[in-house]
């Protein structure tokens, strides 16, 4: 589907479907809108985080916008950790090192922006 293609568009909530995330035990991915559904600039995706999962460090070659749903757990950002809960917004610049912790009896969850396109996931030792 092309931008020209577009429509608008919307999804219930039991239309999405989550998959677990390879790079991390614990962490669920949806995509709610994406180039797949017609939308050519931005995907928004959202991110489950089970109670006691870490997602390791690792930079992406895209920047993320994320605003926290539910929960609260720790962000690494480069070498600072930030504890991160409902309502609170977060941008991560492409190539920036940074990691998730959810170190509560919760889950945590968190919508997350990025640009359309390729991204390439790093992990960082």
């Not at 790079?23 to 050519?40: F, I, R, W």
């Not at 995907?43 to 929960?71: M, S």
């Amino acid at each position: 589907m092309t931008a020209s293609d577009s429509r608008p568009l919307i999804r219930r909530a039991d239309e999405i479907d989550y998959e677990s995330v390879d790079a991390a035990d614990g962490l669920q991915k949806g995509v709610l809108v994406g180039a797949e559904h017609g939308a050519p600039n931005l995907a928004i995706r959202r991110f489950v985080l089970d109670a006691g999962a870490e997602v390791p460090k690792h930079t992406n070659d895209i920047e993320h916008e994320q605003y926290v749903l539910e929960g609260g757990y720790v962000v690494g950002i480069d070498d600072e950790e930030h504890i991160v809960s409902a309502g609170d917004s977060l941008h991560i610049p492409a190539g920036t090192v940074h990691w998730y912790r959810n170190e509560s009896d919760q889950q945590g969850s968190f919508i997350c922006a990025v640009p359309t396109g390729d991204d390439s996931i790093e992990l960082v030792e």
